[in-house]
């Protein structure tokens, strides 16, 4: 079975047994890493090389590894990937791209900047991974990922939506009223990004509401407005309206 491979960096479970001052040690030792890591799975297909390594202030987030290193370490990482993996697809994953916020559009001139510092060392990047989690509190905008998405195609980038949830804290505590508010946000979302034929993959973090990120992260924080209920199927993994919009959202996206 076919499958992808996230992510050979974060900087949230770092290697820590692999740091150096010097890069000579941190080839050796994280490239040891990716190599065992993407030779125990030859049949993915493509790679999360880098998951949220983009900042929102400058082009790299300031962490080991990536600092003091920078470029030269994804480079290292990039090349060494496609090395181990000559036919799989190689992407940067990362957040907080779907906004219509300042600091949504920075961190997408961000990425852009990086992105043109890679392609111009020469490093094999095929892909970008929005991760679309949605929210009831900073309103994702699909027009303003639509424009993202295509100056990525324009530096010759395929997109993949990959880690989709809708994040519903601010939504109403009637259930059928939020289930509804929810499939809204997707299809609005979808309908509008799937129409760009350089969106390769979509990706659900999570199917279903029971043991979902979201709701764990919500009772932590409130709950009095009920428990959350962002997935397309619920707890006894029953289809709620979201699944219903995300299929005519399919449905009426061009082919590719």
């Given at each position: 079975?076919?499958?992808?491979g996230?992510?050979?960096?974060?900087?949230?479970?770092?290697?820590?047994?692999?740091?150096?001052?010097?890069?000579?040690?941190?080839?050796?030792?994280?490239?040891?890493?990716?190599?065992?890591?993407?030779?125990?799975?030859?049949?993915?297909?493509?790679?999360d090389?880098?998951?949220?390594?983009?900042?929102?202030?400058a082009?790299?987030?300031?962490?080991?590894?990536?600092?003091?290193?920078?470029?030269?370490f994804?480079?290292?990482?990039?090349?060494?990937?496609?090395?181990?993996?000559?036919?799989?697809?190689?992407?940067?994953?990362?957040?907080?791209?779907?906004?219509?916020?300042?600091?949504?559009?920075?961190?997408?001139?961000?990425?852009?900047?990086?992105i043109?510092?890679?392609?111009?060392?020469?490093?094999?990047?095929?892909?970008?991974?929005?991760?679309?989690?949605?929210?009831?509190?900073?309103?994702?905008?699909?027009?303003?990922?639509?424009?993202?998405?295509?100056?990525?195609?324009?530096?010759?980038?395929?997109?993949?939506?990959?880690?989709?949830?809708?994040?519903?804290?601010?939504?109403?505590?009637?259930?059928?009223?939020?289930?509804?508010?929810?499939?809204?946000?997707?299809?609005?979302?979808l309908?509008?990004?799937?129409?760009?034929?350089?969106?390769?993959?979509?990706?659900?973090?999570?199917?279903s509401?029971?043991?979902?990120?979201?709701?764990?992260?919500?009772?932590?924080?409130?709950?009095?407005?009920?428990?959350?209920?962002?997935?397309?199927?619920?707890?006894?993994?029953?289809?709620?309206?979201?699944?219903?919009?995300?299929?005519?959202?399919?449905?009426?996206?061009?082919?590719?």
């Open positions: 079975m076919a499958f992808h996230h992510t050979l960096f974060w900087h949230q479970e770092p290697i820590r047994w692999a740091q150096s001052e010097k890069f000579d040690r941190v080839k050796h030792n994280y490239g040891g890493f990716i190599r065992d890591v993407m030779q125990h799975y030859p049949q993915a297909v493509s790679w090389v880098f998951n949220e390594i983009v900042g929102e202030q082009p790299l987030r300031d962490e080991f590894f990536i600092q003091p290193f920078g470029l030269q994804i480079d290292y990482c990039l090349r060494l990937a496609h090395e181990c993996a000559p036919a799989a697809r190689l992407a940067i994953n990362d957040y907080n791209l779907e906004c219509a916020t300042d600091w949504s559009h920075a961190k997408q001139d961000n990425m852009l900047r990086l043109v510092q890679i392609k111009a060392m020469g490093s094999p990047l095929h892909a970008i991974g929005i991760q679309g989690h949605l929210s009831s509190i900073h309103k994702a905008s699909a027009e303003s990922t639509v424009r993202f998405i295509d100056r990525l195609a324009d530096l010759g980038l395929d997109v993949f939506i990959s880690e989709l949830d809708v994040n519903d804290s601010t939504m109403p505590v009637d259930t059928a009223v939020r289930d509804n508010a929810v499939a809204a946000y997707y299809e609005d979302f309908t509008v990004v799937l129409s760009r034929r350089s969106v390769k993959r979509l990706v659900f973090w999570g199917i509401d029971f043991d979902n990120w979201v709701v764990r992260r919500q009772t932590r924080e409130r709950r009095r407005s009920g428990k959350a209920r962002p997935a397309l199927f619920d707890d006894g993994l029953q289809p709620k309206p979201a699944f219903d919009a995300v299929v005519r959202a399919l449905q009426g996206a061009p082919r590719r």
